[in-house]
């Protein structure tokens, strides 16, 4: 009997153990072969999903990312909530999600740095992978200021002042080793304080 294979289903396996192969080997000493002994295939099974490490890598980001914009949605569509809480609570889960994957940051950040040595803009690679992110943030900006829940500002920058918290907590969590994020979840609810009208 013939074996059938759910070749997304193994497709997303692969990228969610290639994931750890990355953190604990760092994106230069991973090799193909590792990827492959970790999933339990060989090489050349990997390379019917995949071309390369570099493919394996962005996709895991990807479907990391993925499983945040999830969680983002979900506090979007709770209309329980209002503008203000779901915010909160949306940034409060990216900051988590950072604090819980901080080997995986600190990766990404050499890898930025390969990628801007090699010439190409490593800019244009995050705002790729954030855009989505940053349109739910959009989002819950417009409804709090047409609910008048907010006050009425220029949603770019109040978009941007939140984005900018969170990339320094990603540098405070994975270069600087911050192991206490309280202080990361006070910057943000203090700027948040000065969107909510009163």
Do not use: W
Request: hydrophobic share 40%.
């Amino acid at each position: 009997m013939a074996i059938i294979v759910e070749h997304e289903k193994r497709r997303k396996e692969i990228l969610q153990k290639s994931l750890d192969v990355f953190i604990e080997e760092g994106y230069d000493d991973v090799t193909f072969q590792k990827i492959a002994d970790r999933c339990g295939i060989t090489r050349t099974t990997l390379y019917i999903y995949f071309s390369n490490k570099h493919e394996i890598f962005l996709g895991s980001i990807k479907e990391l990312l993925t499983e945040i914009e999830k969680g983002l949605v979900s506090f979007i569509n709770d209309k329980s909530l209002s503008s203000e809480q779901a915010l909160r609570l949306m940034l409060k889960s990216i900051i988590d999600q950072c604090e819980s994957n901080r080997k995986l940051f600190s990766i990404i950040l050499p890898y930025l740095f390969q990628l801007r040595k090699s010439g190409i803009n490593p800019n244009e690679k995050v705002k790729r992978r954030t855009v989505r992110m940053r349109h739910h943030l959009n989002t819950i900006l417009i409804s709090g200021i047409k609910n008048n829940e907010f006050k009425t500002m220029n949603v770019k920058y109040m978009n941007d002042l939140l984005y900018s918290i969170i990339e320094a907590a990603i540098f405070r969590i994975s270069v600087l080793n911050q192991s206490d994020i309280d202080d990361i979840y006070g910057t943000l609810n203090l700027a948040i304080d000065g969107f909510v009208n009163n």
